[in-house]
């Protein structure tokens, strides 16, 4: 027996790993013309959020999926949480972020709006410095924290981070005594 999939539980599927999100550009590779996004939103099938960016209200969301939400609406695939954000992800300080911080790679330019809590931040990334957290891309921990000293986060704060992550293992012994003296020539520069 042939089992017809419809497209809304095909875009369910995806967003079931994405804190209950979809972007246009990931219901386009499974085959979803962008017009259907748009008559499924009009239904009340799906609810428009950003530019890009749907919610599937059947799949159940998480506390995290505004982080997922910024990511996605970057609309660039190498986009990932970073700076103050990430280092609140990786919960190894009592950073409190106003702001949700992405880093995007130096060759894009968003014009988009919506991004109003948004940092966008412009680099190119290696791999090794991205991971992911709760299924969102993120940077690393090494990564966070030299990001955090360049944005100029509060001493205190990154201090907290060096140690607890020393404490957990998310730091190789080299990695915290070099940011140790970044975060130093900072605070002496």
């Not at 988009?112 to 957290?133: C, K, N, P």
Request: proline share 4%.
């Amino acid at each position: 027996m042939n089992e017809v999939v419809t497209i809304l539980e095909r875009l369910r599927e995806v967003a079931m790993d994405q804190h209950g999100l979809v972007s246009s550009e990931q219901a386009s590779k499974e085959g979803i013309p962008r017009q259907e996004l748009v008559k499924l939103a009009a239904r009340g099938r799906l609810e428009r959020l950003k530019r890009g960016v749907y919610l599937v209200p059947q799949v159940a969301g998480s506390r995290y999926q505004n982080w997922a939400l910024a990511v996605l609406w970057t609309g660039a695939p190498e986009a990932c949480l970073s700076h103050e954000t990430a280092l609140a992800a990786w919960e190894i300080s009592d950073i409190n972020p106003n702001q949700i911080h992405i880093t995007v790679g130096k060759h894009r330019r968003l014009r988009r709006t919506g991004g109003e809590r948004y940092v966008i931040h412009y680099a190119d990334l290696a791999d090794r410095q991205r991971t992911s957290f709760e299924q969102i891309p993120i940077t690393n921990v090494p990564t966070t924290i030299e990001q955090c000293i360049a944005w100029g986060t509060p001493t205190y704060l990154i201090k907290q981070a060096l140690e607890r992550a020393g404490l957990a293992g998310q730091l190789l012994k080299g990695d915290s005594e070099n940011l140790t003296r970044k975060l130093e020539d900072r605070d002496n520069g």
